[in-house]
């Protein structure tokens, strides 16, 4: 089991990951969420300031977790996803840290995170690790919640 940067390999896996979970878990997920950024992750996600990592486990992408700089002092955490049949073994905190220690290494002030009120787990992490609940947005007719950490 390892977090590292994403490679160019781990590209098709990842969207796949992800579009799965938005599709079977999340009926809104194609409204509120394009899936742009996962056909080049590369360069939506490789800025200076701008990272996109996965956990993978004996070759399988089982998560993922990228930041996007919003500012100079602000970052957004987007992509956090874990396989079910993964969850519930820290793998979504792992991935979470990793993005935060990203963050801080790279001089941001504060970390945003949005989340629908179905994505109950990553709410719960996301608060676990000092995210506070900081104002309500539509987007695309879903309603968002803006999540941040200052550091």
Same mark, same amino acid.
């Given at each position: 089991m390892q977090?590292?940067?994403i490679q160019s390999k781990d590209a098709k896996q990842v969207k796949k990951l992800i579009s799965d979970i938005l599709s079977k878990e999340f009926e809104f997920g194609h409204n509120a969420y394009s899936y742009g950024d996962l056909d080049s992750i590369d360069k939506v996600y490789g800025?200076?300031?701008e990272?996109?990592?996965v956990f993978e486990?004996?070759?399988k992408i089982a998560? !993922? +977790?990228g930041v996007k700089e919003e500012s100079k002092?602000?970052?957004i955490i987007r992509r956090l996803f874990v396989d079910p049949s993964f969850r519930r073994k820290g793998y979504g905190s792992l991935?979470?840290?990793?993005?935060?220690?990203?963050c801080k290494e790279k001089d941001y002030h504060e970390v945003v995170?949005? !989340? +629908?009120t179905s994505m109950k787990n990553a709410i719960d992490l996301c608060r676990s690790r000092g995210f506070k609940e900081k104002e309500e947005l539509v987007l695309s007719g879903v309603d968002v919640t803006r999540f941040v950490l200052t550091f």
């Open positions: 977090i590292r940067p800025g200076k300031r990272g996109f990592f486990e004996k070759g998560g !993922a +977790v002092k602000t970052a991935l979470l840290d990793r993005a935060l220690d990203f995170f949005h !989340a +629908v």
